[in-house]
């Protein structure tokens, strides 16, 4: 399966919770289409890569998308939407006892995975993926 990595990528950004995240993502036999989000944040100029284009297409050709929410993030929540719009398998991870939005936690046709310590996170999102 084609799985979409969504992470904070500059507020709230977690490399070490969003490379487990991948590390389970690839332990559960599939591949993480948007590589990119475990690099170094991207310059933001016009000339180089469109960011909503190249995201956008991304979320829409996987079959499912792996977001962390447990951190607010803007552009976290338009993959969602992308993911939810083109009938996508989503799966949520996010901490408990955290505040998530509303609308994610009323959005139908979800799965969310929860943790209590950041060590949780690999164990707790290989479950959710080996389904």
Same mark, same amino acid.
């Given at each position: 399966?084609?799985?979409?990595?969504?992470?904070?990528?500059?507020?709230?950004?977690? #490399?070490?919770?969003?490379?487990?995240?991948?590390?389970?993502?690839?332990?559960?036999?599939?591949?993480?289409?948007?590589?990119?989000?475990?690099?170094?944040?991207?310059?933001? =100029?016009?000339?180089?890569?469109?960011?909503?284009?190249?995201?956008? =297409?991304?979320?829409?050709?996987?079959?499912?998308?792996?977001?962390?929410?447990?951190?607010?993030?803007?552009?976290?929540?338009?993959?969602?939407?992308?993911?939810?719009?083109?009938?996508?398998?989503?799966?949520? #991870?996010?901490?408990?006892?955290?505040?998530?939005?509303?609308?994610?936690?009323?959005? =139908?046709?979800?799965?969310?995975?929860?943790?209590?310590?950041?060590?949780?996170?690999? #164990?707790?999102?290989?479950?959710? #993926?080996?389904?």
């Amino acid at each position: 399966m084609k799985v979409y990595l969504s992470v904070p990528m500059i507020a709230n950004r977690a #490399l070490p919770r969003a490379t487990e995240m991948a590390r389970a993502i690839a332990d559960a036999g599939h591949t993480v289409t948007s590589p990119w989000v475990l690099g170094p944040i991207e310059k933001r =100029d016009g000339a180089a890569v469109n960011i909503f284009r190249r995201d956008r =297409d991304a979320t829409e050709a996987s079959d499912a998308i792996v977001a962390d929410v447990t951190d607010p993030s803007i552009g976290v929540g338009m993959e969602i939407m992308a993911a939810y719009k083109a009938g996508k398998r989503i799966i949520l #991870l996010a901490k408990k006892g955290k505040v998530t939005s509303g609308m994610l936690v009323h959005m =139908d046709a979800k799965e969310t995975v929860e943790y209590e310590r950041e060590e949780d996170v690999y #164990l707790s999102l290989l479950r959710a #993926l080996s389904r």
